[in-house]
């Protein structure tokens, strides 16, 4: 059964940084785009960065304006998203999907459980 397992999360003040990693296993890891996603308290969960490991193309959400930056470590089936600048706004509960319909979380074929973040103000 493939498996997402995504680590990282915690409690940052409001400006700090953090990294999330998803570990892949149980399946090819070039054959899928990795994705995070993220879905705060009372919202719909929304696509945050993509990458094809498998091409080296990243994607990204227009709102994260630099602040994070997606990468992986094929060798370790590892993909990371760096967290800077952080804002309250961006407390929610961040997962790793994989698939090719990033940024539609539809679109996605597995999902990691998630991690949740809060950043305090």
């Known amino acids: 059964e493939v498996q997402l397992v995504e680590s990282g999360g915690g409690l940052v003040q409001a400006g700090g940084s953090l990294r999330l990693s998803c570990v892949a296993s149980?399946?090819?890891?070039?054959?899928?785009?990795i994705a995070w996603f993220r879905q705060a308290p009372g919202k719909e969960r929304e696509g945050v960065s993509c990458?094809?490991?498998?091409?080296?193309?990243?994607y990204y959400a227009e709102w994260t304006k630099g602040r994070f930056t997606i990468s992986s470590d094929n060798a370790k089936n590892t993909v990371y998203l760096q967290m800077n600048s952080l804002k309250h706004e961006d407390t929610a509960v961040y997962y790793c999907?994989?698939?090719?319909?990033?940024?539609?979380?539809?679109?996605?074929?597995?999902w990691g459980k998630g991690t949740l973040v809060t950043v305090s103000s």
């Open positions: 999907a994989a698939g090719w319909g990033f940024p539609e979380p539809d679109g996605m074929d597995y």
């Open positions: 990458i094809a490991t498998s091409e080296g193309s990243k």
């Open positions: 149980r399946f090819t890891f070039d054959d899928y785009a």
